[in-house]
């Protein structure tokens, strides 16, 4: 480990997350060193995120790769939530708002939310959010929250791989080759999506309609309206427009023959369609 920081030593506003934060030159991966600490929770792990410079095995979703050169913000975040069931999808939803709003503070681009929670420019990916959890009603119960944003990483990088972040895949850029010439400072970045993240988690958790974080989602998001194709484990399985996003976070599709289904976050993914 390379260093160690506390939220005082940071100037951080938060009560939880961020109470101990872990900074590495070169993980595998913060997912997984996260996930295994959350699952021995032996510090009482709530709130501790864990930072490399440079991962690699990084993880996307969907089981791609995640390329995570030096240039990047990768982290992981180790939450309790303790809300109601049917808001865990919620979180994803919170992680999209606050690195969104993050990175339009701190660079002054306009970004925007494709569902659930990429967070593009320009309809290039800019960053993207893995949940893992594991949920039994019980007080084991955790979510980790991975972040992964390109900030200074030339975009003829990314065109080697089939990581999520890979041209390949789709198409991808980093803060740097947008703003060009000045500088964006990562912990500052860092600092801000975490004092999100905790401040959206207290009105998930005391806000009885979630529909003031929907209203914010929808501020930013770029999909309505539009068509898409959505995958399931990379299999086509629906093609319809996008009509609304429900009360949990869900996305509302009208198909073709005029039905509604309603799709959550789990393992899918969407293209728009022509
Ligand atoms: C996606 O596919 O869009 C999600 C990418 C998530 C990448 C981040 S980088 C920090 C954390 N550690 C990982 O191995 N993955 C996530």
Redesign the pocket.
């Given at each position: 480990m390379e260093e160690n920081y506390n939220r005082i030593e940071l100037g951080l506003q938060n009560h939880v997350i961020g109470k101990r934060i872990y900074h590495y030159k070169k993980?595998?991966?913060?997912?997984?060193l996260?996930i295994t600490l959350a699952e021995n929770d032996i510090k009482n792990e709530e709130g501790t995120v864990?930072i490399?410079d440079q991962?690699d095995?990084?993880?996307?979703?969907?089981k791609?790769k995640?390329f995570?050169p030096i240039g990047?913000?990768?982290?992981?975040l180790i939450i309790k939530p303790r809300i109601e069931f049917t808001k865990f999808n919620m979180i994803s939803v919170i992680s999209a708002i606050s690195v969104c709003e993050s990175i339009n503070r701190i660079s002054m681009l306009k970004t925007s939310i494709q569902w659930p929670?990429?967070v593009l420019f320009n309809n290039k990916?800019l960053?993207?959010?893995?949940i893992d959890s594991s949920i039994n009603n019980s007080d084991n119960d955790y979510v980790v929250i991975?972040?992964?944003?390109n900030i200074d990483i030339d975009n003829s990088k990314f065109n080697f791989s089939h990581?999520?972040?890979s041209i390949l895949s789709r198409k991808v850029t980093s803060i740097q080759n947008e703003i060009k010439g000045r500088a964006i400072d990562r912990f500052l970045l860092m600092k801000q999506i975490l004092e999100k993240i905790e401040l959206y988690l207290l009105l998930l958790k005391y806000d009885k309609y979630d529909s003031r974080i929907i209203g914010i989602y929808k501020q930013h998001f770029d999909t309505l309206g539009k068509k898409i194709i959505v995958y399931q484990d990379g299999v086509k399985k629906y093609y319809g427009i996008v009509k609304d996003i429900d009360i949990y976070g869900g996305l509302i599709l009208e198909r073709y023959d005029n039905s509604l289904e309603k799709i959550y976050s789990g393992q899918i993914s969407i293209r728009e369609s022509n």
């Open positions: 993980l595998k991966s913060t997912q997984l996260a864990i490399a991962q095995e990084g993880r996307g979703r969907g791609k995640w995570s990047g913000l990768w982290m992981s929670n990429d990916k960053a993207g959010i893995l991975g972040i992964g944003i990581a999520s972040n």
